[in-house]
């Protein structure tokens, strides 16, 4: 196969390089159907049983990721007066109609809970009353400890927790962007607001990780064309060298594209640990012929020698890692199952392109 392969490259040269040319541009296409998304219950197969619980937890109780809205006010006290204690319960009331949200909890719960209460459960008090002393005076009575939860003891920060049921970073960012808009809307300037918690800063991160993912994959590429040119000191031998590098990373976000595979936080550093691999096989060949180059010999006699040499070597190694690779396959975490599927298919795409394009390249010349 070694053979068959380089010799082709050899013979036609520029039919594999129009031939090739023409297929990455295919399935490169693919590449803008990528979607940046995280989605944590993904993760696990459909019949993994964390994913069952979840799922089961959320059909029968409230969504188990969760949001922080959180209160600030001017002065201590602020935060219990009727006009603040209204403007929470207005969020609420706004926060329980949206489809993301199956719940929300404040210190507005607990005042409207005790003047319910004080009124012999009559659900017309069911209400924040309209006087401030009255407040006061049901939290002073107040004997519990999980007010506090919701509320500091000076009454100037005050949180809102929510019950999410999804779990997607594009849906978390979605809702917190309702949720911006009403409160732009509606919150006055006496109350300073921010959106904090656990799925606030997992939308965070995915939206770093484009930004994060694209100065990988950028530096891990300047970086290994500044080596490549120091070490040739060539910068035709230097780009050369560069198309079975960037292969990996073609062929891996063009079969994401094609099968719907997301980016996110498991398969953003495939690419550039493909890249890292696929490397070495490139110095290996690519020496061999620069040395025999040097040495006096034509490009087509240097090309078959150092294939004969190193052409075995590389697809093996390319094998075995590939073999040790697939073994991730039976995971049942799906982020490992793509890290050894993706990292496979860039580690046969760099040999191919080793193997078949690298040699006609310089025998194009």
Not at 20 to 32: D, K, Q, R, Y
Not at 63 to 73: A, H
Request: overall charge negative.
């Amino acid at each position: 196969i070694v053979a068959v392969l380089f010799k082709c490259g050899v013979r036609h040269p520029l039919l594999v390089i129009g031939v090739t040319a023409a297929l990455v541009g295919v399935f490169s296409s693919n590449i803008g159907k990528i979607q940046a998304e995280t989605n944590l219950l993904k993760f696990f197969f459909p019949e993994h049983k964390t994913r069952i619980a979840t799922e089961h937890v959320q059909q029968t109780m409230a969504g188990t990721s969760s949001l922080e809205l959180v209160f600030t006010s001017r002065e201590p006290g602020d935060l219990i007066s009727p006009g603040a204690l209204n403007q929470i319960r207005n969020f609420q009331k706004w926060a329980d109609s949206q489809d993301e949200i199956d719940k929300s909890i404040s210190v507005a719960d607990f005042v409207e809970e005790m003047h319910r209460g004080f009124n012999d459960g009559d659900i017309a008090y069911n209400k924040i009353p309209d006087n401030p002393g009255l407040i006061s005076q049901y939290l002073c009575v107040y004997d519990g400890e999980d007010l506090y939860d919701f509320v500091d003891q000076e009454f100037s920060t005050a949180r809102v927790s929510l019950n999410v049921n999804v779990h997607g970073a594009n849906e978390i960012s979605e809702l917190m962007g309702r949720m911006r808009g009403y409160l732009g809307q509606n919150i006055g300037d006496t109350l300073e607001w921010d959106i904090a918690g656990i799925s606030r800063m997992f939308a965070d991160e995915e939206d770093l990780l484009i930004a994060g993912q694209l100065k990988s994959i950028l530096g891990a590429i300047g970086l290994i064309f500044i080596l490549m040119l120091a070490l040739w000191r060539s910068w035709k031998d230097a780009l050369i060298c560069m198309i079975p590098n960037l292969a990996p990373i073609l062929l891996i976000f063009s079969a994401m594209g094609a099968f719907g595979i997301s980016l996110d936080f498991g398969t953003a550093m495939i690419a550039s640990v493909a890249v890292g691999i696929a490397v070495d096989d490139t110095i290996h060949v690519y020496h061999g012929f620069i040395y025999r180059l040097r040495s006096g010999s034509d490009a087509t006699t240097a090309l078959v020698r150092t294939y004969r040499q190193a052409g075995r070597a590389i697809t093996a190694t390319t094998i075995i890692l590939c073999t040790q690779f697939l073994i991730l396959l039976a995971a049942d975490f799906v982020p490992i199952t793509y890290f050894g599927l993706l990292t496979c298919v860039g580690l046969l795409a760099a040999l191919l392109f080793d193997l078949l394009l690298l040699p006609a390249v310089p025998v194009s010349y």
